[in-house]
């Protein structure tokens, strides 16, 4: 039985279309999961009232159970016009589009809902990274250079 599944896999014909689509995913996920929680925590960091229920609200997607995600995504892709995100298009003279049923929404779709998911706990920490760094470190100092035409040392 051991070797028997590695050798099942690797004659499997939909070997290479697995493959690349999570190199597709771990690429979509890169370019959308790193950025958008250091924006957000760069946001956050501005912010000088209400940074508690910020804090909560980014940390929320983590502690929400995934059968609620799961059901909360449901209706946010709702191909039909009723559908959260195609209402919002709507509203901008977009017809609803069908997010989880077409090939070429579908894997998007799922990475904006896996950068939700995760993103959280990375703003929480790039937020804290970002708050540890002393403002006066953060501001720009005035020059000490020598004005001009003035020679060092007189």
């Known amino acids: 039985m051991g070797f028997d599944n590695f050798i ?3 004659n499997d014909p939909l070997l290479g279309t697995a493959v690349l689509n999570t190199i597709y995913f771990a690429v979509l996920a890169l370019v959308m999961g790193f950025p958008i929680p250091i924006l957000m925590a760069v946001l956050m960091s501005e912010v000088r009232r209400g940074k508690g229920i910020y804090s909560a609200l980014a940390y929320l997607p983590v502690v929400v159970p995934p059968v609620v995600a799961v059901l909360l995504w449901k209706v946010f892709y709702d191909a039909s016009p009723n559908g959260v995100f195609n209402t919002v298009l709507g509203w901008v003279g977009i017809g609803p589009q069908p997010w989880l049923q077409s090939q070429a929404q579908a ?8 950068t939700w998911a995760a993103a959280g706990g990375s703003i929480i920490i790039y937020l804290a990274a ?13 020059s000490t250079a020598p004005a001009s035409g003035a020679r060092p040392g007189t």
């Open 107 to 114: 894997m998007p779709s799922l990475v904006i809902e896996a």
């Open 8 to 10: 099942a896999v690797l």
């Open 130 to 142: 970002l708050l540890a760094v002393p403002r006066s470190s953060t501001t720009r100092r005035r």
